[in-house]
């Protein structure tokens, strides 16, 4: 019996079609529904990563460590409202196609990584997540996030399109 659904998000669209998915299926059963996005490297944010690591190779000290400081504080707050804006419209997209019971959980590391841990630490039983293309062969077919939950996961996983 399918008790609770975990649907990892990125605010891609293939993420929002596995909203879609768990969502209709979470009203039909009826479920829980978890959305889950993960902090990871934002492109966006590159240029400002470059500038906190030319301020920490100066010599220890020439350092400023009030703008190091500062840069960090930058940095992780625009990655937390990008999350946190990602999840909201993944819960109203997810109440618009039925979900009525939704949990959104924030986690910061590597996405296999923190999706497998939710996975093995909650009581989850079944993801849902979206499938993407990668750079190697071996992802060609699955990206490298998909890849990983559909090897080790300890639940069923179901692949969106």
């Given at each position: 019996?399918?008790?609770?659904?975990?649907?990892?998000?990125?605010?891609?669209?293939?993420?929002?079609?596995?909203?879609?998915?768990?969502?209709?299926?979470?009203?039909?059963?009826?479920?829980?529904?978890?959305?889950?996005?993960?902090?990871?490297?934002?492109?966006?944010?590159?240029q400002l990563q470059a500038y906190l690591t030319h301020?920490?190779?100066?010599?220890?000290?020439?350092?400023?460590?009030?703008?190091?400081?500062?840069?960090?504080?930058?940095?992780?707050?625009?990655?937390?409202?990008?999350?946190?804006?990602?999840?909201?419209?993944?819960?109203?997209?997810?109440?618009?196609?039925?979900?009525?019971?939704?949990?959104?959980?924030?986690?910061?590391?590597?996405?296999?990584?923190?999706?497998?841990?939710?996975?093995?630490?909650?009581?989850?039983?079944?993801?849902?997540?979206?499938?993407?293309?990668?750079?190697?062969?071996?992802?060609?077919?699955?990206?490298?996030?998909?890849?990983?939950?559909?090897?080790?996961?300890?639940?069923?996983?179901?692949?969106?399109?």
């Open positions: 019996m399918i008790n609770r659904i975990l649907v990892p998000v990125d605010g891609s669209d293939v993420a929002n079609r596995a909203i879609i998915f768990a969502s209709e299926m979470a009203a039909a059963l009826p479920c829980d529904l978890n959305l889950m996005t993960v902090q990871k490297a934002v492109p966006a944010r590159q301020l920490q190779s100066r010599p220890a000290d020439q350092r400023d460590t009030a703008e190091i400081a500062s840069v960090l504080d930058v940095l992780s707050e625009s990655a937390e409202a990008q999350s946190r804006t990602i999840l909201t419209e993944a819960e109203a997209l997810a109440r618009l196609h039925g979900a009525l019971e939704i949990a959104c959980t924030l986690r910061d590391g590597d996405p296999a990584t923190e999706i497998l841990a939710m996975a093995e630490n909650e009581p989850i039983d079944l993801i849902i997540l979206g499938r993407r293309g990668a750079g190697n062969i071996r992802e060609l077919l699955l990206g490298s996030v998909a890849l990983r939950v559909t090897q080790a996961a300890n639940c069923p996983v179901t692949l969106i399109r």
